[in-house]
């Protein structure tokens, strides 16, 4: 009974998150347009840069939201009430220093990169200038909302963070029709009203959770077991975190030296269409996290290994279905999508998506070294593989060769990240590799030989490439139906969906 109501809560809260993704990608979507239209290829450029050396200091709270998720859910499923309020309180403190931290190096920081580092035209150094100030500040807000945020998923509330995501792509999207209205600086009004609806939203997470919690009413007591259990912790959280956040903006950083802002435009697109398409597969992992959490709290290894290979399946699957058509049609998707496509989107799309794929199967494995607690050595061993980005970029563009390249590298060191990730989860709970390689492995090589196939012959047959798109992402869901899912699972979706239909 346990097993039949914990998948029936996981399909509820992943279909709720799924119409929060398709909200916030077509809103997303349409936003990127409009502000390549309204700021142009310059301003947009400058925004994407500016917000990557403001990002550049957030791994201090990403660290945070990993430790947060993971202490909440531990005591949770331990039904631990007393553990989880203290980890809470902690958690809100150490996040307002964490802010007040990143607001610091990111003003001196951002504005020695912007004195002296940054290419962009002298007219618009102002606009640069307030757009750092402000971006600063959002992302100030959004440090201290995470605590909340990571409340609401611990206790798998996805209708509420499903609801209050919505609004916030709504407001979003309304802000892009007041620019295109007023005549004032885009880029930096763009900023003002992001700012402000910002603080609106994380405002309404406090009132929600505390009305709702009682584990998240604030209290300011120094718990000094708790502070040191969160901080070893977070240290390490906090150099992976660093890391990937290092080796992503510290590419742009590096692009942007080396070429120009374009460049950095193409390298935004590319990063939002990824989003955007990796959002299917958030929302679908977000729902299974404080499961495979709890799953290691109450020391439920065999149902844990079952469900690590569940989702690395089922993760690969929906991303692959979606972003098939848009590896083979990135030219004209984005051409549809955006008009004016910056140089180098279509292959900085393709060669991402093809990394993302990789992160996909790999992120179940690292969701459970995070719920051991066990996480020094591997994110010491991760962290120098994935910093390895920097060097690489950097001799690529030093050669003079096509930043094209940086990507490729880029896919490269994300399938060597993922064999260790997928070795240290074998020795961590003693996970056979000839059951991993027989539930992971060998179906998704298969459907990725047979969607390969099928891509190619649908984009050598048919010359309508909309109608193509449409053909291929039916063929690869009716082939994954048949060969990507044994007939336990066909059954459980056969059975979710007759429980959704009217009955007479």
Same mark, same amino acid.
């Given at each position: ?31 990127? #347009? ?11 450029g400058i925004y994407n840069t500016i ?14 939201i990993t430790t947060t998720q993971r ?7 331990? *039904?631990? *009430? ?62 201290? #909302? ?9 206790? *798998? ?219 020094? #050595? ?117 059975? *979710? ?8």
């Amino acid at each position: 009974m346990q097993d039949t109501n914990t998948n029936q809560r996981l399909a509820r809260n992943t279909i709720l998150l799924y119409c929060r993704m398709f909200v916030m990608m077509g809103v997303a979507f349409y936003t990127t #347009r409009v502000l390549l239209q309204v700021l142009g290829v310059d301003d947009y450029g400058i925004y994407n840069t500016i917000a990557g050396v403001v990002i550049l200091f957030a791994f201090l709270n990403n660290a945070m939201i990993t430790t947060t998720q993971r202490f909440l859910n531990y005591y949770l499923g331990q *039904e631990n *009430e007393k553990l989880a309020t203290s980890s809470f309180s902690m958690s809100l403190i150490v996040h307002f220093f964490i802010a007040v931290i990143m607001a610091v190096l990111a003003e001196i920081i951002g504005l020695w990169f912007l004195y002296n580092k940054m290419s962009l035209p002298s007219e618009r150094f102002d606009a640069a200038f307030w757009s750092l100030h402000l971006s600063v500040a959002i992302t100030f807000v959004n440090i201290i #909302r995470s605590p909340y945020n990571a409340c609401i998923i611990a206790y *798998e509330k996805m209708d509420f963070y499903a609801y209050i995501s919505i609004v916030e792509a709504l407001l979003n999207l309304l802000i892009v029709y007041v620019l295109v209205l007023v005549n004032v600086d885009h880029l930096i009004f763009y900023c003002i009203l992001l700012f402000i609806v910002t603080l609106s939203i994380t405002y309404a997470y406090k009132l929600y959770c505390n009305h709702h919690y009682t584990i998240s009413i604030f209290k300011l007591k120094f718990d000094r077991e708790m502070f040191s259990s969160l901080f070893h912790f977070s240290l390490y959280s906090l150099l992976g975190n660093a890391a990937n956040v290092g080796a992503q903006q510290g590419v742009n950083l590096l692009v942007n030296s080396f070429t120009n802002v374009a460049v950095n435009a193409a390298i935004g697109v590319s990063n939002q269409l990824s989003r955007g398409i990796y959002s299917f597969i958030t929302n679908f992992q977000i729902a299974f996290n404080p499961i495979l959490v709890k799953m290691y709290a109450r020391n439920e290894l065999s149902d844990l290994k079952r469900m690590i290979c569940q989702v690395s399946r089922f993760s690969f699957y929906l991303m692959v279905v979606i972003s098939l058509p848009i590896i083979v049609y990135a030219n004209d998707f984005l051409q549809l999508w955006l008009k004016e496509v910056p140089v180098y989107s279509a292959d900085f799309c393709r060669l991402t998506i093809l990394t993302l794929l990789i992160d996909t199967i790999a992120e179940p494995l690292w969701k459970t070294v995070q719920a051991s607690g066990n996480i020094k #050595r591997y994110q010491i061993i991760t962290s120098f593989i994935i910093l390895l980005n920097l060097p690489v970029a950097y001799f690529i563009l030093r050669a003079g060769y096509s930043p094209v390249y940086i990507f490729i590298a880029k896919f490269l060191i994300n399938i060597l990240a993922y064999l260790y990730r997928a070795f240290f989860v074998k020795q961590l709970i003693s996970f056979q590799v000839k059951i991993y390689l027989k539930d992971v492995i060998i179906p998704i090589t298969i459907i990725s030989l047979a969607l390969i196939l099928i891509g190619f012959l649908s984009y050598s047959i048919i010359t309508n490439y909309i109608i193509s798109s449409l053909v291929m992402f039916v063929c690869s869901t009716i082939f994954i139906w048949v060969i990507g899912l044994n007939a336990h699972e066909r059954k459980f979706i056969f059975q *979710e969906i007759h429980k959704k239909l009217p009955r007479k």
